[in-house]
């Protein structure tokens, strides 16, 4: 192992007092960093079905990439698809926009939020099975009421006195 210089071993004295290393990698055999991601419960229901049909007419029309992938990650997709093949081929024709994406678009209004009832401070429908089981797992346990999520491991060392 290569000896470490006099200025860098002060650096890192310094700093380790200030700074926690929390990936902990090289704490387990598995080098998994000791976390987990729990599983979580999807469902699907018929209007997201709908709005996958409605968003994937839309591709279809753009010859655009196959969009399931991401209406399995994200709801609202055409409210949110900045940078995607999909967005950028509907602003290519936002000036004149043919009458079959002109339908497509429009049979897929629902798919999209409601601007009307963000304005209201209205709840949204989740319109996606992760969403759902993030915001009930959330929502569940009341996490939304915490200032912030605390931490999920304990700190490194030895516990010093007064510390918890």
Do not use: C
């Not at 470490?4 to 990698?25: G, M, W």
């Amino acid at each position: 192992m290569p000896q470490r210089s006099k200025p860098r071993q002060t650096i890192e004295r310094r700093l380790r007092r200030v700074i926690a290393r929390t990936e902990r990698v090289a704490s387990t055999v598995e080098r998994d960093s000791m976390m987990s991601e729990p599983p979580i419960t999807v469902s699907i229901a018929p209007a997201d079905l709908a709005q996958a049909s409605a968003v994937s007419q839309v591709a279809r029309t753009l010859d655009a990439p196959e969009i399931i992938e991401y209406w399995k990650s994200s709801p609202y997709l055409l409210n949110f698809m900045r940078h995607y093949s999909l967005k950028r081929l509907l602003e290519d024709q936002i000036d004149a926009p043919s009458a079959v994406l002109r339908t497509a678009i429009q049979a897929a209004r629902p798919a999209m939020l409601d601007h009307d009832a963000i304005d209201a401070y209205a709840p949204l429908d989740p319109a996606n099975g992760r969403m759902r089981a993030i915001m009930d797992d959330i929502f569940g346990q009341h996490l939304e009421q915490n200032l912030w999520i605390p931490a999920a491991m304990p700190y490194y060392g030895e516990a010093r006195a007064g510390r918890r």
